[in-house]
């Protein structure tokens, strides 16, 4: 009988690839959430519904959830015992490939991620590829591979990532973030450690400070970007050079993210020769992150809007918000106007002044509502606590989703670019806008 898997939240941005490469792999798929309705799925195959269905479940054999559903969900209760985390799930459809790259980080998981694909399939290799965004070289956002290798994203905000059983791993950053599973940043900086040291191969990002520091203990660790490491970076102004050739990504942590990439993947070819040459290995490389094609809400160009350049991302941790805001600037010269959705009142109650300054590199910002994320309201919490906190001159303030069309373009559009910033609904509120 065809193995078959529900998902209670599947129009999840961890859940939703993770379906779709069950499906590669021979799955019947079903699932619910409110999502669905604003997504164009195109899967006549697959059993999807905007509500719980509880009645649905016993028609699956797995019955899959993420940390994002509640524990008094309908369905969740429905399925008792037999409700499965993603990561389990994930780490069950990893089992039938004999090697795993595993990328964790508090930011930037999933571009790299997808890099990492993009570069073993340019150098010949056909990884699966699971990540939670869509990369745009990938129709469906996943790739089954041909069943030996596999490359995927994990999620530290759960520390579900500790149950990874990959054996090559790629430590990208540690920020402080997710406060409301560890408690402090040393409990997150920890779980890192716990991470880095259950690999059998770990590439570590030697000039990230949130990793400085941790006794990492894998059989073999390899760092980069520092000087004096295996894979140095070597920087001129905001441009970095790997063997005197300019890595072609923009801004400091991107530039970083690719050269982690580039690193595991020759790590892990002169542990396993999967190639049979690589004298051109690292031309190949670099060659393969100047033509990436991108991932959606990654720095996306997506239209423009009476004449001006419009640019979405999924930022939405100060860090974040100030690399990208640094990398459009780089990118294209002009004056930034940011639109902003803050996600998750934990996090906005954790970060409001870090958010207020990342911000306040843009020319203009204007604050939507705070996105929950299914969290319940803590007092006082909200967009408005952010722009309280913006620098006086910031120009712009809170605007409700109705006003966006009237706020997209202040000052008339002279000569700047707008950037949709957030995890939450506002890069479907600035498409539709767009679209219209």
């Known amino acids: 009988m065809k193995e078959s898997a529900y998902f209670i939240g599947l129009g999840g941005s961890g859940m939703l690839p993770l379906a779709r490469l069950a499906a590669l792999r021979g799955y019947r798929i079903g699932g619910s959430d409110p999502?669905?309705?604003?997504?164009?799925l195109d899967r006549k195959d697959w059993e999807?519904?905007?509500?719980?269905?509880?009645?649905s479940l016993k028609k699956y054999?797995?019955?899959?959830?993420?940390?994002?559903?509640?524990?008094d969900h309908p369905e969740r209760q429905a399925a008792g015992e037999r409700a499965l985390h993603r990561m389990d799930f994930l780490l069950e459809l990893a089992r039938g490939y004999s090697l795993q790259l595993a990328v964790a980080g508090t930011h930037g998981k999933t571009g790299t991620t997808s890099l990492l694909g993009w570069m073993l399939r340019e150098i010949g290799l056909d990884p699966a590829i699971l990540v939670g965004g869509a990369p745009l070289y990938l129709p469906e956002g996943v790739?089954?591979?041909?069943?030996?290798?596999i490359v995927y994203e994990t999620d530290e905000s759960d520390a579900s990532f500790l149950k990874s059983r990959a054996q090559f791993r790629l430590c990208l950053n540690a920020d402080r973030d997710h406060m409301e599973t560890y408690g402090d940043f040393a409990s997150l900086r920890q779980a890192f450690l716990r991470f880095g040291s259950a690999a059998q191969t770990l590439v570590i990002n030697a000039a990230d400070p949130g990793l400085?520091?941790?006794?990492?203990?894998?059989?073999?660790?390899?760092f980069y970007g520092a000087a004096d490491s295996l894979y140095p970076a070597s920087w001129q102004g905001e441009d970095l050079y790997y063997?005197?050739?300019?890595?072609?990504?923009?801004?400091r942590e991107l530039s970083l993210n690719a050269l982690g990439a580039l690193a595991l993947i020759k790590e892990l070819i002169k542990e396993q020769g999967l190639l049979p040459s690589t004298a051109d290995l690292d031309a190949s490389l670099l060659d393969a992150i100047a033509s990436f094609p991108g991932v959606s809400r990654r720095l996306e160009f997506i239209g423009q809007l009476s004449g001006v350049d419009v640019y979405d991302d999924y930022g939405h941790h100060p860090t974040e918000i100030a690399a990208v805001i640094a990398a459009l600037r780089r990118?294209?010269?002009?004056?930034?106007?940011v639109f902003f959705q803050p996600h998750r009142y934990t996090r906005t109650k954790e970060l409001f002044r870090e958010f207020a300054r990342s911000l306040s590199l843009a020319d203009f910002v204007y604050l939507l509502p705070l996105y929950s994320a299914g969290e319940e309201p803590l007092e006082g919490v909200n967009s408005e606590l952010i722009a309280a906190h913006l620098p006086k001159g910031c120009s712009g303030g809170v605007v409700q989703p109705e006003e966006l069309s009237g706020a997209l373009l202040p000052d008339g559009g002279h000569n700047y670019v707008v950037l949709s910033l957030g995890a939450g609904s506002i890069s479907v509120m600035v498409r539709d806008l767009l679209n219209k």
């Open 35 to 40: 999502r669905l309705a604003s997504l164009s």
């Open 48 to 55: 999807v519904f905007t509500e719980p269905h509880p009645d």
């Open 61 to 71: 054999s797995t019955i899959v959830y993420s940390s994002a559903i509640a524990h």
């Open 143 to 149: 790739s089954a591979g041909n069943g030996q290798l």
């Open 212 to 222: 400085s520091g941790l006794a990492f203990q894998a059989p073999r660790t390899i």
């Open 243 to 251: 063997n005197g050739r300019k890595i072609e990504r923009p801004g």
């Open 331 to 337: 990118k294209t010269g002009r004056r930034i106007c």
